[in-house]
């Protein structure tokens, strides 16, 4: 079964091409959804083996010869943190492509074909073992997130996409000379066996300035404040599809970069710098969320959430016991379901409306009940509400900080009070009150379709499912992240 493994990378691949050379629009969406869907139940696989999961050990592995001369390979690996990651990859991405079906009509056969590219390099993110092979990954993600930025975005489209490419590139630049000098002091690209020979080898010296190399680049994508004023911009701007991506899983490869690579090549560093990360991630999920109540777009208000949320994940990588890690890598999860499922939600009142301002709405939930209840459910996941999914990851890494640390758990935990408050303002702006607009009433503004239902229910599926059995996942995540930290 270790073709399944490259397998979850040519069926997308694949299904890029095609749709790209296809001639009508109805063969595009057909096939696209096809290679979608494929993937994902390949994916699925990954979950055969559960007492390797279990036991912390690689599922499914799968090694080939690439460059030799260099010592590079095609060297692919499922544990049960990348197991979970592939998975939200490949169960959010048929999601985003039957909103680019219903709503994009311009050159669909490349927007879809470029959604397909990116399904292909995130899960290379999360399988690869190769240290120039996770590189590739991590850098093409740019290519196709550029163009769908740049091409079907809003108004400030291009200002956005080219922000966005170069912030990430200035990051990766840096990481780029740390992997050509880890090279030189290892003579291997292979991740397993550079963190087991990186750390005895290296000098402090050596430690601090690869950490801070590996760590830049990380703190761009998550992003991590102060690196994160490229994400609003291409959020707002972003197509749906685009958006629900980025929040639902690029964010993340930030985050499992930090974890996979930073901490166990440079555990000493780490260490260090790990008082400097709690505090940024404090300030992230504090300054997020207060900026978030200050918006007056919806879209607007999801993306400064994703700061704030995404710092809660980056506490509990920073805060490296075994309780806080294992949170934020469920909590990795939870966030790219519920932002996801924001971001759609977001989308399709656009599609309706083409305004995201709070002040054109109000009273919705008169004229569209069955979105109104939707969203509240996904407004109160994100928000953290017991039996749903966001509550049990930040729970899990607020219980690991306060080991370490009660101030800081407890500071964080004014994120948790914050967020509840900007999404339950902003859902009563939207949905309750008077109907203040034509646009708006009973008859006139269309509730959710079939078709519609049949996207943001399964993601509401997912969020009672891992709130009541959260130890589906962490009985995977928890053994590997125990192997992994150092």
């Given amino acids: 079964?270790?073709?399944l493994l490259p397998l979850l990378l040519?069926?997308?691949?694949?299904?890029?091409?095609?749709?790209?050379l296809?001639?009508?629009?109805?063969?595009?969406?057909?096939?696209?959804?096809?290679?979608?869907?494929?993937?994902?139940?390949?994916?699925?696989?990954?979950?055969?083996?559960?007492?390797?999961?279990?036991?912390?050990?690689?599922v499914l592995a799968f090694q080939r010869p690439w460059f030799p001369e260099v010592g590079l390979s095609l060297h692919l690996a499922a544990d049960g943190i990348s197991v979970w990651l592939v998975l939200l990859t490949t169960f959010i991405m048929p999601i985003a492509i039957g909103f680019s079906n219903r709503f994009v009509a311009d050159r669909l056969g490349q927007h879809l074909a470029l959604l397909?590219?990116?399904?292909a390099a995130m899960v290379g993110v999360f399988l690869a073992q190769d240290l120039v092979l996770f590189y590739t990954f991590f850098e093409f993600t740019l290519i196709p997130m550029y163009f769908l930025i740049g091409q079907w975005g809003s108004e400030n489209r291009v200002y956005a996409a080219l922000k966005f490419v170069m912030y990430t590139l200035l990051g990766s630049a840096l990481m780029l000379v740390a992997i050509v000098a880890i090279f030189v002091q290892t003579g291997t690209f292979s991740i397993p066996e550079i963190a087991a020979t990186l750390p005895a080898t290296a000098g402090s010296t050596f430690q601090v300035?690869?950490?801070?190399?590996?760590?830049?680049?990380?703190?761009?994508?998550?992003?991590?404040?102060?690196?994160?004023t490229?994400?609003?911009?291409?959020?707002?701007q972003a197509p749906t599809a685009g958006s629900i991506i980025l929040a639902g899983v690029l964010l993340k490869m930030g985050t499992y970069g930090l974890l996979r690579l930073a901490m166990p090549f440079f555990p000493e560093a780490f260490a260090s710098y790990a008082p400097l990360l709690i505090v940024l991630s404090l300030i992230g999920i504090i300054y997020g969320a207060l900026v978030a109540l200050k918006q007056q777009d919806v879209k607007s208000l999801v993306a400064y959430s994703s700061v704030s949320h995404m710092g809660f994940i980056v506490l509990g990588l920073?805060?490296?016991?075994?309780q806080a890690v294992s949170g934020a890598v469920l909590q990795m999860v939870n966030h790219g379901l519920s932002t996801g499922a924001l971001f759609l939600m977001v989308g399709l009142l656009y599609e309706r409306r083409h305004t995201r301002l709070f002040s054109d709405f109000g009273g919705l939930w008169k004229s569209v009940p069955i979105y109104c209840g939707l969203l509240l459910i996904t407004a109160l996941s994100s928000a953290g509400l017991p039996s749903l999914n966001g509550f049990v990851g930040e729970f899990t890494i607020l219980l690991g900080t306060w080991q370490v640390s009660p101030a800081a758990a407890a500071?964080?935990?004014?994120?948790?009070?914050?967020?509840?408050?900007?999404?339950l303002t902003a859902f009563r702006k939207l949905a309750q009150g008077e109907i203040r607009h034509q646009e708006n009433e009973v008859g006139v503004l269309p509730d959710l379709q079939r078709s519609e239902l049949m996207m943001i229910v399964p993601l509401v599926v997912m969020f009672f499912v891992i709130g009541l059995y959260p130890n589906l996942l962490l009985d995977h995540i928890v053994p590997a992240v125990e192997i992994l930290l150092p």
Wanted: proline residues 4%; negative net charge; glycine residues 8%.
């Fill in 116 to 119: 397909l590219l990116m399904e």
């Fill in 1 to 3: 079964m270790d073709f």
């Fill in 411 to 423: 500071v964080a935990s004014t994120g948790v009070i914050l967020a509840a408050w900007y999404l």
């Fill in 230 to 236: 490229w994400l609003p911009d291409a959020h707002v």
């Fill in 22 to 58: 296809l001639g009508s629009d109805g063969s595009r969406k057909a096939l696209a959804m096809l290679a979608s869907l494929a993937t994902f139940a390949a994916s699925l696989g990954l979950l055969q083996n559960g007492s390797a999961l279990t036991a912390g050990e690689a």
């Fill in 10 to 20: 040519l069926l997308p691949l694949a299904g890029a091409v095609v749709v790209a």
């Fill in 209 to 228: 300035l690869g950490f801070l190399a590996f760590a830049l680049a990380f703190a761009v994508k998550i992003p991590l404040f102060p690196f994160h």
């Fill in 318 to 322: 920073a805060v490296a016991n075994t």
